[in-house]
């Protein structure tokens, strides 16, 4: 399984655009690039999926570039309901690796 | 909204008794996963089903067991609780194919405190 980097925390405030960027740099040729969202004392909460190029839904955009070796979560105008842990994964197979994420906080 | 339900929600138990924690998935999911998180901390899998008669260990090694013996039903089972086995019991399930063939759908989680 390939193993992914992404910043522990990040601060934004209200009405910002937010890029989560991850690292995979030993990513498969199947391998999907997944990312979920999790509140405190929740479950995770899937946000987006892709392989390459862009995958854009009604609440967030996922860049991935050719060489898919890292990809960037976009959350464009983010709210306070927005803070959260989201976590980058790459899926090749049945078991997945969730990692520590990145915690985001967004501020008023 | 995913159907996958988990009780009890908190469960506050003395340690050496032995304890089962439900998970449930109305969603027909073949594949169904078992993780532990502790607070603040990253999720690690514990165990995982394909299916019906199916399980296997996961990443983080643990005292625990599951049994898949309906598609819908995935239980784990502690035989006697240790205060090292407070945490939180995440559920998930998946479908087995499809377009989103890796999307996973948490209950809303076990919180476990053995004294």
Sequence with gaps: LAKTTQPISMDSYEGQEVNITCSHNNIATNDYITWYQQFPSQGPRFIIQGYKTKVTNEVASLFIPADRKSSTLSLPRVSLSDTAVYYCLVTGGFKTIFGAGTRLFVKA | ?115
Aim: a negative charge; hydrophobic letters at 25%.
């Design chain 2, 1 to 115: 909204e995913a159907d996958i339900y988990q009780t009890p929600r908190y469960l506050v138990i003395g340690t050496g008794k032995k304890i089962t924690l439900e998970c449930s998935q109305t969603m027909g999911h073949d594949k169904m996963y078992w993780y532990q998180q502790d607070p603040g901390m990253e999720l690690h899998l514990i165990h995982y089903s394909y299916g019906v008669n199916s399980t296997e260990k996961g990443d983080l090694s643990s005292e625990s067991t599951v049994s898949r013996i309906r598609t819908e039903h995935f239980p784990l089972t502690l035989e006697s609780a240790r205060p090292s086995h407070t945490s939180q019991y995440l559920c998930a399930s998946s479908p087995a194919g499809g377009h989103l063939i890796y999307e996973q759908y948490f209950g809303p989680g076990t919180r476990l405190t053995v004294t």
